[in-house]
């Protein structure tokens, strides 16, 4: 009998033993979850806000235009003598704060240690007295006049210009409008082709091209006729949707998981502060960018206009580097690398960064991949000589007299 009721007391005692052992794991990964929880907020509740200040690299404002401004940075280390400076402009989406986000994952602080000269534009905070500000005003007014300011200093020599996201769209219309003006052009996750090749997306990507192009030309008006601008509460929101689950989770789950790490959680609240700084979109230049490049991809058909003017991409005739990135889920990389279309090959570089859309950035992998190629990029065409340069100087049309040098600071 004995024998008989052993294996019959193994088959009710091994399912117990294995709830038991479950309920033990369970417990315990629980606990572990409240310890980390613990930690992150123990810290939370004793950081100040001058602990997440960003963009502290001393700069001055040395020209002004409107509410834009245009900062010069004090020099890092000793200027490479006959290195053009450099000129680096952000989209209206978001602030260019994010290139100067920490001592060291500063693209800004990176390109000052190797020498160069760093010039930024700033667009301010536009408001509903500039809902009617377009893509002339943006790209060939303001960005062109501070261009121009930045040319004369340079002893009117040609200058780079490195453009990031929709900053990087503005630069290349720019550059192709007015080619003898700069020595190169480097550009960012920026779109080019808005449309792709949504065949070879990967899962996850384009998913902001989709949505913009089954907007009908009458749903963006309506937005823009209603607010006047494209408000930055709803462009955040929608950013914030291509992610639900990271957006959802990274307040709660991401930030017990960093348990306390004072480094790891500088870095995340200086992001969050970043992403928070979300400005208004100009309502004009939002119509135009909906409509006339995410909808009727305007720039890649050559139907494109600033002030008049057809923008051809294959009059560029300056170096070109262009950096994407591999798991951007905001600009595809086919919508960037559609650029290389249109430059000559012996003109043209690509930089494939492994990451997301602002990791190309902030990441500690990109301070090395990108802001490393940046420089070494730069640096390496110190001596060759410009081919925009030799093309036939345009007479300016710009105008000029709403703008001003900031208090003779330079």
């Given at each position: 009998m004995k024998n008989e009721e052993k294996p019959q007391e193994k088959e009710v005692s091994d399912p117990a033993r294995a709830a038991a052992d479950a309920w033990a794991i369970a417990w315990t990964q629980m606990i572990e979850a409240g310890a980390k929880a613990?930690?992150?907020?123990?810290?939370?509740?004793?950081?100040?806000?001058?602990?997440?200040?960003?963009?502290?690299?001393?700069?001055?404002?040395?020209?002004?235009?409107?509410?834009?401004?245009?900062?010069?940075?004090?020099?890092?280390?000793?200027?490479?003598?006959?290195?053009?400076?450099?000129?680096?402009?952000?989209?209206?989406?978001?602030?260019?704060?994010m290139i100067d986000l920490q001592s060291d994952r500063s693209l800004v602080q990176n390109l000052l240690n190797e020498g160069i000269d760093v010039y930024v534009v700033d667009w301010g905070n536009p408001?509903?007295?500039?809902?009617?500000?377009?893509?002339?005003?943006?790209?060939?007014?303001?960005?062109?006049?501070?261009?121009?300011?930045?040319y004369e200093k340079n002893g009117k020599k040609p200058v780079n210009m490195f453009g990031i996201c929709e900053g990087g769209?503005?630069?290349?219309?720019?550059?192709?409008?007015?080619?003898?003006?700069?020595?190169?052009?480097?550009?960012?996750?920026?779109?080019?082709?808005?449309?792709?090749?949504?065949?070879?997306?990967?899962?996850?990507?384009?998913f902001l091209n989709h949505w913009t192009r089954n907007l009908s030309q009458e749903d963006v008006d309506l937005i823009v006729e209603t607010y006047g601008m494209l408000p930055g509460a709803m462009t955040g929101a929608v950013f914030s949707s291509l992610t639900p689950i990271n957006s959802m989770t990274k307040y709660n789950l991401g930030l017990a998981e960093m348990q306390g790490d004072e480094a790891a959680m500088l870095n995340f609240l200086r992001m969050e502060k970043w992403i928070s700084d979300r400005p208004d979109h100009p309502g004009e230049a939002a119509r135009q960018w909906l409509n006339e490049l995410y909808r009727d991809n305007r720039l890649v058909k050559g139907t494109f206009e600033v002030s008049g003017q057809k923008v051809d991409l294959s009059?560029?005739?300056?170096?070109?580097?262009?950096?994407?990135?591999?798991?951007?889920?905001?600009?595809p990389?086919?919508?960037?690398?559609?650029?290389?279309?249109?430059?000559?090959?012996?003109?043209?570089?690509?930089?494939?960064?492994?990451?997301?859309?602002?990791?190309v950035f902030v990441s500690k992998k990109a301070q090395g991949v990108v802001a490393g190629g940046l420089c070494e990029w730069l640096t390496s065409k110190h001596n060759k000589t410009n081919p925009g340069a030799q093309v036939q100087k345009k007479k300016t049309t710009r105008r000029k007299s709403k703008s001003k040098a900031a208090n003779g600071k330079e």
């Amino acid at each position: 009998m004995k024998n008989e009721e052993k294996p019959q007391e193994k088959e009710v005692s091994d399912p117990a033993r294995a709830a038991a052992d479950a309920w033990a794991i369970a417990w315990t990964q629980m606990i572990e979850a409240g310890a980390k929880a613990i930690r992150s907020s123990s810290y939370l509740s004793r950081v100040k806000a001058d602990d997440i200040a960003i963009a502290e690299t001393p700069h001055d404002v040395v020209f002004e235009i409107d509410k834009v401004r245009l900062f010069h940075y004090r020099p890092l280390s000793e200027k490479k003598s006959g290195l053009p400076p450099i000129i680096i402009c952000y989209g209206l989406f978001g602030r260019q704060t994010m290139i100067d986000l920490q001592s060291d994952r500063s693209l800004v602080q990176n390109l000052l240690n190797e020498g160069i000269d760093v010039y930024v534009v700033d667009w301010g905070n536009p408001t509903r007295a500039d809902q009617y500000l377009g893509f002339d005003d943006y790209i060939d007014l303001y960005l062109g006049s501070c261009v121009e300011y930045v040319y004369e200093k340079n002893g009117k020599k040609p200058v780079n210009m490195f453009g990031i996201c929709e900053g990087g769209t503005f630069a290349a219309a720019l550059v192709a409008l007015s080619p003898e003006l700069f020595a190169g052009l480097a550009l960012a996750i920026t779109p080019i082709d808005f449309h792709g090749e949504p065949d070879k997306f990967w899962r996850g990507e384009g998913f902001l091209n989709h949505w913009t192009r089954n907007l009908s030309q009458e749903d963006v008006d309506l937005i823009v006729e209603t607010y006047g601008m494209l408000p930055g509460a709803m462009t955040g929101a929608v950013f914030s949707s291509l992610t639900p689950i990271n957006s959802m989770t990274k307040y709660n789950l991401g930030l017990a998981e960093m348990q306390g790490d004072e480094a790891a959680m500088l870095n995340f609240l200086r992001m969050e502060k970043w992403i928070s700084d979300r400005p208004d979109h100009p309502g004009e230049a939002a119509r135009q960018w909906l409509n006339e490049l995410y909808r009727d991809n305007r720039l890649v058909k050559g139907t494109f206009e600033v002030s008049g003017q057809k923008v051809d991409l294959s009059a560029i005739s300056c170096p070109v580097l262009n950096i994407f990135a591999m798991r951007d889920h905001i600009i595809p990389v086919s919508c960037s690398k559609a650029l290389g279309k249109f430059v000559k090959p012996e003109l043209y570089e690509e930089i494939g960064f492994p990451g997301g859309h602002v990791g190309v950035f902030v990441s500690k992998k990109a301070q090395g991949v990108v802001a490393g190629g940046l420089c070494e990029w730069l640096t390496s065409k110190h001596n060759k000589t410009n081919p925009g340069a030799q093309v036939q100087k345009k007479k300016t049309t710009r105008r000029k007299s709403k703008s001003k040098a900031a208090n003779g600071k330079e």
